[in-house]
């Protein structure tokens, strides 16, 4: 009735992250591209979080591998950095869930910013132009987003009956 | 709070210093380029087809809206001026094909090996990488329809790019406009060669004409055909700005692609290139013509 405990939601939620991540905005200035949110990032620091018992920094890094096929970037670079948000979900899951939606927003943009730094910095040194926008546009936008993305999937979650959802943070933020 | 975290930390710990020496593996396998990695990459990336699809389903979507939606006299118009274009292009083809024949035999008369056509395929986009320092698409035509990477990719108004990668399924395309793509190129009108490189967004340079080479803005620049990448004389672009500064060694040259390279959804790729033989001696016999 309900494949993997539920588990089906967290993968689906990843395949619509990866489609997020390259759907085609054709209208608007150039510089908009630089705004969009690090969906993995949002996705899987929510799960690390609302269903710490449910993913890890394995299954973020192997995630990682499909993001960086679909974007054409190095193999590795997005797992390493999905793990690592993934690790600091797990650890700050409790304190978490006492945060107002405010704190909840600024750790995602402290995560966000570092994974971009790391993340241009890595592209930088595989001979791609550097850019700062790149770093500060999609940490910004993926703290914005986080809310929606933590509310659309708690609802989902608690609808599918998701296993090992964690007490407090089941519930929307 | 650290007994709390102590037992779970002790398990994650040593996972994610793995997991940090497998990335550092994978990314130093990529930078020094030695494309043990193909493999994964082409599982990997024929696994994530489907994703590409709806991604650009949105799209694809839109072009079938606005046909089934439009007017019965515009799509009627649109008929008659595609008829028109279409029967400009055939008289145009046939003349070509006349010059080409021609072409031919006087090819034979110097002993050069003759031209075959190319083997073209049509392919759609089905991807544009979205990091906005790279300029690179993906198709839906892959090594299953045999395409591999090098051959070139054109639109209808000329040279789009390379194919960089390849999966059974889809193909990753290289733009002219990236800044790690160059195509060597010539000036049909003084018949000048120059190797024009991608600027990303900004001006697009030809590399280091000297300050005493004949271009002028308006020059069409063709593919020439040098280093065997490209298929030869297929328009690459026009030069838009040439700057000539006599204390200089080097000329400033700015191009703009003359391919579609945002609009087109639909591109050619250039399977069999039309391999010349000997380009060194065709390049002489055409500089001394």
Do not use: I, P, T, Y
């Given at each position: 009735m309900n494949p993997l405990r539920g588990g089906w939601l967290i993968l689906l939620s990843l395949v619509g992250a990866m489609v997020l991540a390259v759907a085609r905005v054709d209208a608007g200035p150039d510089w908009l591209a630089w705004l969009r949110p690090d969906w993995a990032i949002a996705v899987m620091f929510y799960w690390g979080v609302a269903a710490p018992s449910r993913v890890g920094p394995m299954s973020a890094w192997v995630a990682g591998l499909f993001f960086d096929v679909l974007l054409a970037g190095p193999l590795g670079l997005t797992g390493i950095c999905l793990a690592f948000a993934t690790y600091i979900a797990k650890r700050l899951e409790e304190r978490l869930s006492l945060y107002t939606l405010w704190q909840q927003m600024a750790v995602v943009l402290g995560i966000a910013l570092v994974i971009g730094l790391v993340k241009r910095t890595v592209l930088f040194l595989l001979d791609l132009e550097w850019s700062t926008w790149g770093v500060f546009g999609p940490a910004l936008t993926t703290s914005l987003v986080y809310p929606a993305v933590a509310f659309v999937l708690s609802m989902a979650a608690r609808r599918v009956e998701l296993q090992g959802l964690s007490g407090q943070l089941g519930r929307a933020p | 709070m650290a007994s709390l975290f102590g037992a779970r930390q002790a398990q994650v710990r040593p996972l994610l210093l793995g997991l940090t020496l497998a990335s550092c593996v994978l990314l130093g396998i990529e930078k020094a380029g030695l494309g043990w990695l193909l493999p994964v990459r082409s599982v990997l990336a024929t696994m994530v087809v489907p994703v590409q699809y709806v991604a650009e389903s949105p799209h694809i979507a839109m072009d079938h809206l606005i046909e089934f939606f439009s007017a019965r006299s515009r799509l009627m118009r649109r008929n008659a001026s595609l008829e028109r274009e279409l029967l400009m292009a055939r008289s145009e083809t046939a003349r070509t094909d006349a010059i080409l024949a021609e072409n031919d035999r006087l090819r034979e008369l110097f002993n050069l090996p003759a031209r075959l056509p190319d083997d073209l395929l049509i392919a759609e986009l089905i991807e544009v990488i979205p990091d906005p320092t790279r300029y690179e698409i993906v198709v839906d035509k892959g090594g299953a329809h045999g395409v591999a990477v090098g051959q070139a990719v054109i639109d209808s108004a000329g040279v789009f790019g390379q194919v960089v990668e390849t999966t059974p399924l889809t193909g990753r395309v290289l733009l002219v406009t990236d800044p790690s793509h160059a195509i060597p190129v010539q000036v049909i009108r003084s018949k000048v060669f120059a190797i024009a490189s991608g600027g990303g967004k900004g001006p697009h340079l030809l590399d280091n004409p000297p300050v005493t080479t004949d271009i002028v803005a308006g020059d069409n620049l063709v593919s020439s055909g040098l280093g065997r990448r490209f298929p030869r004389d297929y328009p690459v672009g026009v030069v838009t700005r040439v700057v000539k500064d006599p204390t200089q060694q080097y000329a400033q040259v700015v191009w703009e692609p003359s391919a579609e390279l945002a609009r087109s959804r639909l591109v050619l790729v250039?399977?069999?290139?039309?391999?010349?033989?000997e380009p060194s001696t065709d390049a002489v016999a055409e500089i001394g013509d």
């Open positions: - | 250039v399977l069999g290139g039309r391999q010349d033989a």
